[in-house]
């Protein structure tokens, strides 16, 4: 992933993408599933990992912000 890291919004799109690959022809969820994962979503995956392991000691401040107290 290289260029601008994806923004919150982007990011919410992209999981919800991978958890619709995971849906049953009827469209509920399955119980278990096997998924392919090309190598951009392993290396978008991972950036988002880092971003939020970078985030995570300033959970706290963030929660704050986002509830309003």
Do not use: C, W
Not at 8 to 17: L, R
Not at 23 to 30: E, L, V
Not at 32 to 50: H, I, Y
């Amino acid at each position: 992933m290289s260029g601008a890291p994806m923004s919150f919004y982007e990011q919410a799109d992209f999981i919800d993408h991978l958890a619709d690959r995971t849906m049953s022809r009827t469209g509920a969820t399955a119980a278990e599933t096997m998924m392919l994962v090309s190598a951009a979503d392993v290396e978008t995956l991972r950036a988002m990992a880092t971003r939020l392991r970078r985030m995570a000691p300033h959970e706290n401040s963030i929660r704050k912000v986002v509830v309003g107290r």
